[in-house]
C-alpha cells in the first residue's frame, strides 16, 4: 500500500467531495436544532393561536408614521403543512378612530393551493387575486417548520450560503414556485427569520420578513412564541402565541366552494370611469369607490386625485384629455397619502403631471418615484420620469383670469396630518377625501358614522368658506347641510 500513496490522495479527494455542500449543512444543522430532519418531515398539521397587533400600513397619520394599529384577540392559524393549505382567523380592534368604528371586526382569511379567499361576517366566501394568492402562499413558509420542510424537501433548490455577522443565509426555491431567504441564528442554529419579496403597488419591490424569538419546547419540536413580521421595514403583525400545536385537528382547510369556483382574478377591476359636469368646467368623475374632480383652467386642466391602482388613475387621465382635448393636462392635487389615495402617484408622474401635495408628502414622494419596481413593473418603471412637485403647507391658491381654485391643509384632522381639501369660490363647491363621505344612492351612509366630519367643519368654518356643495371623492354630491347635519351626528 506503501507504494501507492496516489491511493491515499484519492481517498481523501473522495472524502472531500462527499462532505455536505455548506447550504445542505446549515439547513441540516437548523433541522437538528429545530428538533431534527424525521420530526419536521412527519410533521401535517400546525395551529398557532395567540394575540398581538397589527400595524396600519398606508393609513396612518403621515407616510412615515406607525403610531396607528390595531388590536388583535382571538388569533388561530391553521397551517396544512404539506398541502400549502392555511386558514387565519383573528379579530382586530382599531385603536384610532376609524372609518367602521371602533367595534372588533372578525376576520377570516386563507389560501388553498392558488386560491385565496377571505370569508365575510355574513359567512359568505369571495376569491381573492392571483397576486394576493402568491403572497398568502408564500407566507405559509413564514414560520421555521414550514421554511425547514421546504428546505429539506428534494424538490427545492438551497443555494448562495453565506455569513453575515452573527446570522447565516440560504436562499431556497420551493417546487411550488415559492422564493424565500432562510436566515439562521449562528450560535443556536435556530431560524432567526424568514424573508421574502413582494410587489407593493405603492413601495415597488418591498421585503417581507418575520423574525422568530422566544423558542419553546412544542411535541419534539422548538418552536417560536413570538412572530413579528415586518413590510419593508414597517412592523405589520407582532403576535405573541399562547398555544402552539402540531398534528392537532385544524379541520377543513380546503377554500371555501364559492371562492374555489369563482374564476381567477388576474388583477384590479377594469377601470369604469363616468364623466358628469357639475358645474361650468368642472367634472365629477366617478364610476368606482373612489372619485377624481377635473378642473379647467384658461390654458390647462388641473386634475384633483389619481386614486385606486394605475389601471383606474390612467383612465381617470385619459378621460380628462378626451373632456378638453384642447387643453393639457398639466397637474393633480393629491388629497392625502393613504395608499389607496396615492397609488396613481407614479402613473401621474409617468404622464408628466406635476403633483401638488401637503409638504408632509414630499419626501415619501420622492422616495415612492424612485423605488424599484421589479417585480411588477409599471407604467413609471417602464418610462422613468422625475418627480415634479409643488407643495402646500396651510394653503395655496391656483388662479388665472378664467378660474380661482384654492387648496387648504384639513388642519387637526384625525383622519390624516396631511389632508387637502380644495374650494372653488365661485362655484361653492368643495373637494375632500375621507373626511366626510356624503350617502348617496350608490353610497350607504357610514355604519359608524362620521368621525372626522366634526373637524372638517370646523376647517371649513375656519377659513370662512360659503360652501353650497359638497363633490366629494367618496360617496354622492351632497348639501352643505348633510355636513353640518353628520358633524353634530358624529361618534
Ligand atoms: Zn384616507
Ligand atoms: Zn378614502
Known amino acids: 500500500m506503501e507504494a501507492r500513496p496516489w491511493l491515499l490522495v484519492v481517498a481523501i479527494s473522495l472524502s472531500a467531495c462527499a462532505k455536505q455542500d455548506p447550504q445542505k449543512q ?7 436544532a429545530l ?39 382571538g388569533y388561530k392559524r391553521m397551517v396544512d403543512v404539506a398541502a400549502g393549505r392555511a386558514r387565519i382567523e383573528q379579530t382586530r380592534t382599531p385603536d384610532f378612530p376609524y372609518f367602521q368604528g371602533q367595534a372588533p371586526q372578525k376576520q377570516v382569511f386563507g389560501v388553498d393551493g392558488d386560491v385565496a379567499y377571505n370569508v365575510a361576517a355574513s359567512g359568505n366566501a369571495t376569491r381573492g387575486s392571483n397576486a394576493v394568492a402568491k403572497d398568502r402562499r408564500t407566507e405559509i413558509y413564514h414560520h421555521p417548520l414550514t421554511a425547514l420542510r421546504a428546505a429539506l424537501d428534494s424538490a427545492s433548490t438551497v443555494t448562495n450560503p453565506r455569513t453575515e455577522g452573527n446570522h447565516t443565509f440560504v436562499e431556497i426555491a420551493t417546487a411550488n414556485r415559492v422564493a424565500f431567504t432562510l436566515v439562521v441564528d449562528n450560535a443556536t442554529k435556530l431560524p432567526a427569520r424568514v424573508v421574502s419579496k413582494t410587489d407593493n403597488a405603492n413601495l415597488g419591490d418591498v421585503a417581507i420578513e418575520t423574525s422568530f424569538t422566544d423558542y419553546q419546547d412544542v411535541s419534539g419540536l422548538k418552536l417560536p412564541t413570538r412572530l413579528t413580521t415586518k413590510i419593508d421595514g414597517y412592523t405589520n403583525a407582532d403576535l405573541h402565541l399562547t398555544r402552539q400545536t402540531v398534528d392537532g385537528d385544524a379541520g377543513d382547510l380546503a377554500a371555501p366552494a364559492a371562492a374555489a369556483s369563482a374564476a381567477p382574478i388576474a388583477g384590479p377591476p377594469p377601470p369604469k370611469v363616468t364623466a358628469e359636469e357639475v358645474a361650468k368646467g368642472v367634472w ?56 389607496d389615495h396615492s397609488s396613481g402617484i407614479r402613473a401621474a408622474v409617468a404622464e408628466g403631471l406635476t403633483v401638488i401635495t401637503h409638504k408632509g408628502n414630499a419626501a415619501f414622494y420622492q422616495a415612492a418615484v424612485e423605488r424599484p419596481h421589479t417585480i411588477a413593473p409599471d407604467a413609471l418603471a417602464k418610462n422613468p420620469k422625475p418627480l415634479k412637485i409643488e407643495t402646500v403647507d396651510e394653503e395655496m391658491t391656483l388662479k388665472d383670469n ?66 353650497e356643495r359638497i363633490v366629494p371623492i367618496h360617496g354622492a354630491i351632497a348639501p352643505f347641510g348633510s355636513l353640518v347635519k353628520a358633524a353634530t351626528a358624529a361618534p
Do not use: C
Open 35 to 73: 428538533g431534527g430532519r424525521e420530526r419536521i418531515l412527519a410533521a401535517k398539521t400546525l395551529i398557532l393561536e395567540g394575540e398581538g397587533r397589527n400595524g396600519n400600513l398606508g393609513q396612518d397619520m403621515t407616510p412615515e408614521a406607525t403610531g396607528q394599529g390595531f388590536t388583535v384577540s
Open 284 to 339: 365629477w368623475l366617478t364610476g368606482q369607490s373612489h372619485h377624481s374632480v377635473l378642473v379647467e383652467f384658461g390654458d390647462h386642466l388641473t386634475l384633483i386625485e389619481v386614486p385606486l391602482n394605475e389601471a383606474r388613475s390612467l383612465a381617470v387621465i385619459t378621460k380628462a384629455r378626451e373632456l378638453v382635448p384642447g387643453k393639457p393636462l398639466t397637474q393633480v392635487v393629491n388629497t392625502h397619502a393613504h395608499f
Open 26 to 32: 446549515i439547513v441540516d444543522d437548523a433541522a437538528a
Open 402 to 467: 378664467t378660474r380661482t381654485m384654492n387648496l387648504y391643509h384639513m388642519a387637526g384632522n384625525p383622519h390624516a396630518d396631511t389632508l387637502l381639501m380644495a374650494y372653488l369660490p365661485k362655484e361653492r363647491i368643495l373637494v375632500e377625501a375621507d373626511a366626510f363621505s356624503p350617502a348617496g344612492p350608490a353610497a350607504p351612509a357610514a355604519a359608524a358614522g362620521e368621525p372626522y366630519a366634526p373637524n372638517l367643519l370646523d376647517n371649513v368654518k375656519k377659513r370662512g368658506l360659503k360652501v
